[in-house]
């Protein structure tokens, strides 16, 4: 499996605060079968992180797990939040990409309000040769509130991922309904673990993919693509379009609609 979205660094953001920490984090994650982690911290006006610090703690990382023969992928990224997108040139998004791939970004859902501008700041991301992964739609309370919103913003190009653990009621119930409508619409494209540490928030997916598959009335080896070849996909900067999966209802292509197949 491909975890796009972790707070696998030590001592960067809120994620592990020890390369220790950081080392159980991925023990666990490989245990759980996942083979590749992009190491997302939060890029925001309260935690900025540079784009040079994630990718030199990576290659600190990647050091540490070759001297303890831990067969995991650790690849750059951030988690940007939407004022600090508007602020960051195209030099730094592309360093902020995830699997810095130079195309696909992660960006966070605020978990209050709503970005009256979203759409605009989707199509000029466009422009510029970027592609949004939206982080954790279910956990933003206008979501909750109102699951429709993201429908234009699936129909400009923008992927969603949800947080495995919203499905096993880690962020609450509101969070846990959301994400199962969105699975149930056709709205939620990607999972991933949003991990933190090796306990709390931690990286093992695996409960959180069979709860969804469980709500699609699917096998879990059905949503593989939404853990595997579609995070593949994005780390390599293609094009992406989120196949249908399960019974639930498709947003339709309308005019604003831009998606290819891979």
Do not use: K, Y
């Not at 000029?124 to 234009?152: K, N, T």
């Amino acid at each position: 499996m491909i975890d796009l979205h972790s707070h696998l660094l030590p001592a960067v953001d809120d994620g592990p605060a020890t390369m220790a920490d950081t080392i159980r984090m991925a023990r666990r994650a490989v245990e759980a079968g996942t083979t590749t982690m992009v190491c997302t911290p939060h890029m925001m006006p309260r935690l900025p992180t540079p784009p040079a610090t994630v990718h030199a703690a990576v290659d600190a990382l990647r050091a540490e797990l070759d001297e303890t023969d831990l067969p995991l992928q650790v690849l750059p990224g951030g988690e940007i939040a939407i004022e600090q997108l508007r602020v960051m040139d195209d030099d730094r998004l592309r360093a902020a990409s995830l699997g810095h791939n130079g195309r696909w970004l992660l960006v966070e859902m605020p978990f209050t309000g709503w970005p009256l501008d979203l759409g605009r700041i989707i199509d000029d991301l466009e422009i510029r040769g970027f592609g949004a992964v939206l982080a954790h739609p279910e956990r933003a309370e206008s979501v909750q509130r109102q699951p429709d919103r993201l429908r234009d913003a699936i129909g400009r190009g923008a992927v969603t991922q949800i947080t495995a653990s919203s499905l096993t009621g880690e962020h609450g119930a509101a969070a846990d309904r959301t994400a199962r409508a969105l699975l149930r619409l056709g709205w939620a494209h990607l999972i991933a673990s949003d991990a933190h540490s090796a306990d709390w928030r931690n990286p093992d997916m695996r409960p959180g993919i069979a709860a969804a598959a469980d709500e699609l009335h699917v096998e879990v080896a059905d949503l593989t693509w939404m853990v595997d070849e579609g995070p593949g996909l994005v780390i390599a900067g293609r094009d992406v379009r989120p196949p249908r999966l399960g019974g639930g209802t498709r947003t339709p292509a309308g005019p604003g609609a831009r998606r290819v197949t891979p």
